[in-house]
């Protein structure tokens, strides 16, 4: 369901693809990511036809001007879940808070699994 904000000059709508692909692009710069999990299948059918949706792993509800964030991710063997988990938050509420001037209600964080890198 679209978003809109209202402004002196008038009102935006924001798409939740808009605000996924935001939310999406903040938690793969985190580090401790290693990618973003699929939610639907057809996520999983573009992946296989080589085609980038940077709003991937990202789900995206809420009414008026708040918003709740739903991130699939797959994280790094070693790293501390529960730390990472933190500054995923912090950063995604900061960069769709910050590109939107919607309020993000909550942000939770679904590890979809753990990935360990093999021998270079």
């Given amino acids: 369901m679209p978003k809109e904000v209202r402004t002196e000059l008038g009102r935006i709508t924001l798409s939740d693809e808009v605000i996924a692909t935001l939310a999406g692009v903040a ?3 985190c580090y401790g990511v290693v990618g973003m999990a ?3 299948l057809q996520d999983g059918i573009a992946e296989m036809l080589g085609r980038e949706n940077l ?3 990202v789900r995206v509800h809420g009414d008026g001007d708040e918003v ?11 790293a501390r879940i529960s730390e990472i988990a933190r500054n995923i938050t912090e950063k995604v509420r900061y960069v ?3 590109a939107t001037g919607l309020k993000v209600r909550s942000v939770r964080i ?3 699994g753990v990935r360990v890198q093999g021998p270079p």
């Fill in 110 to 112: 679904n590890v979809q």
């Fill in 27 to 29: 938690t793969t710069e």
């Fill in 38 to 40: 699929s939610t639907r």
């Fill in 55 to 57: 709003a991937r792993g």
């Fill in 68 to 78: 709740d964030i739903d991130l699939y991710v797959v994280m790094g063997y070693g």
């Fill in 96 to 98: 769709v808070e910050g």
